[in-house]
């Protein structure tokens, strides 16, 4: 395997990791789920609150919706797998963020 390809690999574990961590506290905290109707207070400090937690925490309620509504309804194979790869995506992008900030403080090699 390429170093080029366990980088990806390794900011997609860690991205979708820290999503899975951040719900986690969300819902240990606030005693809910996390959800993207956080955003639906408009013009509050909570709304604007809500956009870098949900830019990491995204790719886990992705999932999270699309795995429930598939048990309940049956989905199409296409937007399953749709819903997998833009979570995939997602979770790669923040975790190649996550990944950059460690190396800047010097704590990956």
């Known amino acids: 395997m390429s170093p080029e390809t366990l980088n990806h690999l390794l900011s997609l574990m860690i991205g979708f990791a820290l999503a899975g961590a951040l719900v986690s506290a969300y819902q240990a905290?606030?005693?809910?789920?996390?959800?993207?109707?956080?955003l639906e207070d408009r013009a509050s400090p909570r709304a604007f609150a809500a956009v870098p937690f949900l830019a990491f925490a995204a790719p886990f309620?992705?999932?999270?919706?699309?795995l429930?509504?598939?048990?309940?309804e049956r989905r199409r194979f296409e937007f399953v797998m749709l819903?997998?790869?833009?979570a995939g995506f997602w979770s790669m992008m923040s975790g190649t963020v996550v990944v950059m900030v460690l190396r800047a403080l010097g704590l990956l090699g």
Do not use: P
């Open 83 to 86: 819903a997998t790869v833009l």
């Open 61 to 66: 309620i992705i999932m999270r919706n699309t």
């Open 29 to 38: 905290f606030a005693q809910r789920q996390a959800s993207f109707g956080l």
């Open 68 to 72: 429930r509504v598939d048990r309940c």
